[in-house]
């Protein structure tokens, strides 16, 4: 007997009554044994199908119910579903109602003047004309150009090349600021030139370089004698890439736009052959007899510099700054008040003849774009270096390492040799008839200057005078057709 046999023998045993058991072995144990094994195992075998019927049926009752939760939830989220589209079409529908696709006037929608909101680009693209826009780099300062290559309704790019240089303060919107009809940008363009329009360097188109932080010292050091020594060179250089050797290139500058183009010439005297011509609008070189009462600022304009570099301010008056805070009496939300227009005529002349009042909000708001202390600073110099125009003035100590002197440098003007016509205006408070004939007489024999006729004429109407097409347009055309029909330099009729 094996050991499995003699395990079934216990188990069974153990599981049939004892007076069974008894009973079976008084008989023929053998035969009892095995019909008591069948009958075990008959019995348990029963058990077992009848908790495997009982399992699966539970199993089955479980999978319907699951099923039947599952179809149930089924049920209601695509019910959900369907209620929230239509919902959401009923929105719509109501939406759809009251607001339509077709195109209505909304009360408020338009801005009342858009070019105080357009950059430069938008307003000549906004007025019909091509407009481009240049980066050239200078030092690592990315100098955005704007460009009108051609007039309104022309096709080809003329070769007659013009450079319009802005002043302190601006940036190019000043050429354009008078509109199509007046703005000199747009009158050139019309008259068959090819007309580009630089930004200086820390403008608002110009307020990138390559490496330096726009908020650094290193990036506000510099004055417009960097500009003329390097930004312009560079801008004329692009030009000539573009358009070839033989072009002929016309500098048009207005204010520091002429400081820049005189120091230029005396620096890099190599480009008085490469320009054909130079026109001086307001031209500020010697201000030793500045009518303006900014002049009594000169003196202080060193000091506040000093302490707003202090507080980290390289930038000249920021928005942001104390000083650009104070200045908001006369800024865009008060163009109606008296306030702008008369610091405006005390700083530049009174005209109100000329006065464009609608351009005001305009020319506010372009207005301010960027420059440095340093830039404020050279000027503040000028006025009170006795009659001499010279290099930024870092001090006797400082310029004997910069120069080698204890005094700056002048700008050596007997190197200019491209002929330049200057325009002047009695009332122009910030560019006098003394420094203006000052200037002309250190200017070669090829120079000329033109008076504006009108008297009351001042430092900002070259930019925005009612009557600008007539006083000074018109004459710039004239002297700018002379420089492209002579064969030779003597185009102002100079013997």
């Known amino acids: 007997m094996n050991v499995l046999y003699l395990c079934v023998l216990v188990a069974s045993a153990t599981a049939l009554p004892l007076q069974l058991v008894n009973w079976t072995f008084e008989m023929n144990p053998i035969q009892n044994f095995s019909d008591n094994m069948k009958t075990f195992f008959e019995v348990q075998k029963n058990r077992v199908e009848q908790a495997f019927n009982v399992s699966y049926q539970e199993a089955v009752r479980m999978k319907n119910s699951v099923s039947n939760y599952v179809e149930d939830q089924g049920g209601r989220i695509s019910s959900d579903i369907n209620n929230y589209v239509e919902n959401i079409k009923e929105s719509g529908r109501k939406m759809t109602d009251s607001w339509s696709y077709l195109q209505a006037e909304e009360p408020g929608a338009q801005m009342e003047i858009p070019d105080m909101s357009l950059s430069v680009p938008s307003i000549i693209t906004r007025n019909g004309y091509t407009c481009e826009t240049h980066t050239v780099i200078s030092q690592g300062y990315m100098l955005n150009v704007h460009r009108i290559p051609r007039s309104k309704d022309g096709v080809e790019t003329p070769k007659k090349t013009v450079i319009l240089q802005h002043g302190l303060f601006a940036s190019s919107a000043d050429w354009i600021l008078n509109g199509p009809d007046k703005g000199l940008a747009y009158v050139l363009a019309n008259a068959g030139y090819d007309v580009w329009m630089p930004n200086i360097r820390g403008n608002k188109y110009s307020k990138e370089h390559a490496v330096l932080k726009s908020d650094s010292k290193s990036f506000w050091n510099f004055s ?272």
């Open 224 to 495: 417009w004698h960097d500009v003329a020594l390097y930004d312009l060179p560079a801008v004329i250089d692009h030009v000539v890439k573009l358009k070839g050797k033989e072009a002929k290139i016309t500098y048009i500058g207005h204010s520091m736009g002429t400081t820049i183009l005189f120091a230029m010439l005396s620096l890099r005297p190599e480009y008085n052959d490469i320009l054909s011509a130079g026109f001086a609008l307001a031209p500020v070189t010697f201000l030793s007899d500045l009518q303006s009462p900014i002049k009594a600022l000169a003196p202080i304009a060193s000091n506040v510099a000093y302490m707003e570099m202090l507080y980290g301010s390289h930038e000249f008056i920021p928005k942001d700054s104390v000083l650009g805070k104070m200045s908001n009496s006369c800024d865009v939300d008060n163009v109606d008040s008296l306030v702008c227009k008369n610091v405006i005529f005390y700083i530049c002349g009174y005209n109100e003849k000329q006065f464009n009042k609608t351009l005001l909000p305009v020319f506010l708001s372009k207005l301010g774009t960027g420059t440095s202390w340093k830039t404020a600073v050279h000027f503040a110099q000028e006025i009170t270096a006795g009659g001499r125009f010279q290099q930024f003035d870092y001090g006797k100590k400082d310029n004997l390492k910069v120069y080698g002197s204890e005094q700056p440098p002048e700008y050596d003007l007997s190197k200019i040799t491209l002929p330049i016509k200057l325009f002047w205006a009695e009332n122009d408070l910030l560019s006098s008839e003394k420094d203006v004939k000052l200037l002309f007489e250190k200017l070669p024999s090829t120079t000329e200057i033109y008076k504006v006729p009108d008297p009351d004429f001042n430092h900002l109407d070259y930019l925005w005078a009612v009557d600008a097409p007539t006083i000074i347009n018109d004459k710039v055309l004239h002297s700018l057709n002379k420089v492209y029909t002579s064969e030779s330099n003597n185009f102002w009729g100079w013997s």
